[in-house]
């Protein structure tokens, strides 16, 4: 399948909040109570999702668009670190906050896509440390992570979500600065 990535707009609010519900009940069956998954609607979801497409940089969502179809097949949101003990202790941190791909184009790059330009993103603002949280028995998520370089830093916290504890493991990667044309990097 062949994928464009551009800057989500106030407009996708509504697919992607549907896309947020419908991973979360793909993904995490067996993990999260199936109860609180089965409660979730994307309505709830959708004032969330407009007021983070409208935040200023650094925050910035990503969504990849199938070519031919214009169907939205995943998406990522990225910001500075939202909570100051995760900042690494030298190095301007950004934060992968949340990506997720719709369950339909699992396995299709929609995902890698996103990711990569996340990650682009977060180079360009400056940032030189990344890091995000995932569900520790999130396998095929943790899988996805390690192999686009991200490592787990031995950071677990609990998760609270409806009456259940999960816990959540946080993983790091060192982002390179921005090079230029020259192959000289830009301001480090």
């Known amino acids: 399948m062949q994928w464009t990535v551009r800057a989500g707009k106030p407009d996708d609010a509504p697919e992607i909040a549907r896309i947020n ?44 668009v199938e070519e031919g179809t214009g169907k939205i097949g995943a998406y990522c949101a990225v910001d500075a670190v939202r909570e100051s003990k ?12 949340a990506i997720y791909a719709d369950p339909r184009y ?3 790059g929609a995902g890698h896509e996103v990711h990569e330009a996340g990650m682009r993103h977060l180079m360009d603002q400056g940032f030189r440390y990344a890091v995000l949280w ?9 899988a996805f992570y390690e192999a686009h370089g991200w ?18 493991v946080r993983y790091g990667r060192f982002l390179p600065a921005p090079r230029r044309r020259g192959g000289q990097p830009t301001n480090v």
């Open 21 to 64: 519900v419908d991973a979360w009940q793909h993904s995490y069956r067996g993990i999260v109570d199936d109860p609180v998954l089965d409660r979730m609607l994307p309505e709830s979801r959708l004032p969330a999702w407009a007021r983070v497409l409208r935040l200023p940089e650094p925050s910035r969502v990503f969504v990849a």
């Open 86 to 97: 995760d900042a690494h202790p030298d190095l301007h941190t950004g934060e992968l906050v």
């Open 106 to 108: 699992h396995g299709r």
């Open 134 to 142: 995932v569900f520790q028995d999130n396998a095929k998520s943790r």
């Open 151 to 168: 490592r787990h830093d031995g950071l677990v916290h609990r998760y609270e979500l409806g009456g259940q504890e999960l816990p959540e």
